[in-house]
């Protein structure tokens, strides 16, 4: 086992894990898992240069070199930030190689000088995008697997800046056979395996929560879907009996738009479409978050509304009417209104029940003339 052999070991391993990744689960633009490639690619491409910096035009290849690899934990950061949800500081990532090549270059001539400042910034950069990962990880695995592997090689790398720049006289040579070396390019090799893992594990993460999403949320609307509104709303039902929460009994609204198929038969229906994506953004914004709204079907929602006193829904089924129409008329040019029945939820009844009572409030306020809301004894 020499340095070179291990060298060459994290070359190849670099550019098969990335080929691994294309092959095996594709790559989205803008990606987590794009970002990993980048970082897999920029290892592969910065040791290449580093080895045949030995043989030929050493400045040169050198300063590429060591620009490829801080390119690649940018790419590191950037994975991160995108699996995390975070904004990437973008101008920072790419200002980086940049100067750390400029600066390489103008110290090569001092070998201790451009070998400390280079691990110095490509080690900082490694435990910036580590620090991301282990922030806040709580019980996440895939932030732990790869937040500890990276960090480990960051703090190495960050222990060699502090051996050449402190102690350079002891400090081995780029492909000299020390254990340091030895140990340096073993926990790379390592952490770029286990970093894959771990970034894997984060995109079945991502993958699991689409197919959740997709299976209780209407893609239209955003809301809930029919049969998941019907599952949370059952559950909460249900603990408020457990509990004997009479006080606590909540108003089931049932809501529909009025004139739908007007609407699509004279604007079309991307128009219609238009106008349920605005309904479904009224209700988010107007509701708590401890209501629960979906939408029941075709121009249907329905609402539970828990711990709702009947003054607060006077004015909740008010601010419903206004801001639907006033959105509609901003947005398309003319206005929609809903009609509406309202229940309260008495106590040991089922959803079934409620929501036929609401039903029926429903169809009394269509009768009357649209663009109301109706409700039973209690709600008001």
Not at 297 to 303: K, M, N, R, T, V
Not at 308 to 336: K, M, T
Not at 367 to 375: D, I, K
Request: proline content about 3%; hydrophobic content about 50%; some cysteine.
């Amino acid at each position: 086992m020499d340095v070179v052999t291990l060298l060459a070991a994290v070359l190849v391993n670099a550019l098969l894990m990335s080929l691994a990744l294309v092959v095996s689960v594709g790559l989205r633009a803008r990606s987590g898992l794009q970002a990993w490639q980048f970082m897999l690619l920029g290892q592969a491409v910065g040791f290449g240069l580093l080895i045949a910096a030995t043989l030929a035009s050493p400045r040169l290849l050198a300063t590429l070199g060591v620009m490829a690899l801080s390119a690649s934990a940018s790419a590191m950061v950037l994975t991160s930030c995108r699996f995390l949800g975070r904004a990437a500081p973008r101008r920072a990532l790419v200002a980086v190689p940049l100067g750390l090549g400029v600066v390489h270059a103008a110290v090569f001539a001092d070998e201790h000088l451009a070998t400390g400042f280079t691990n110095l910034a490509i080690g900082a950069q490694i435990l910036w995008g580590s620090l991301l990962l282990l922030r806040g990880a709580g019980r996440v695995r895939w932030r732990w697997l790869c937040g500890v592997a990276g960090a480990a090689n960051g703090l190495l790398v960050l222990a060699r800046a502090v051996l050449v720049l402190g102690w350079p006289e002891i400090y081995p040579r780029f492909i000299a056979p020390h254990p340091l070396n030895f140990a340096s390019l073993m926990l790379l090799n390592a952490s770029l395996v286990l970093g894959t893992m771990g970034f894997l594990l984060a995109h079945r993460d991502e993958a699991e929560q689409a197919l959740v999403r997709l299976a209780s949320l209407d893609p239209l609307t955003g809301l809930l879907n029919r049969r998941e509104w019907m599952q949370r709303a059952g559950r909460a039902l249900g603990a408020a009996r457990a509990t004997d929460a009479a006080g606590d009994a909540a108003v089931l609204m049932m809501l529909d738009l009025d004139h739908f198929k007007r609407v699509n038969d004279e604007h079309g229906h991307p128009a219609g479409d238009e106008v349920l994506k605005l309904a479904g953004e009224v209700l988010r914004g107007e509701l708590r978050a401890s209501d629960l709204v979906g939408r029941y079907g075709g121009e249907e929602f329905c609402l539970l509304l828990r711990h709702c006193e009947p003054e607060a829904f006077g004015r909740l089924d008010g601010r419903l009417h206004q801001a639907l129409r006033r959105r509609c008329e901003a947005s398309l040019g003319f206005p929609a209104d809903f009609s509406a029945g309202a229940v309260r939820v008495q106590p040991g009844e089922s959803l079934a029940a409620a929501i036929a009572r609401a039903d029926d409030q429903l169809y009394r306020a269509k009768r009357a003339g649209r663009g109301r809301t109706l409700h039973a004894d209690g709600v008001l």
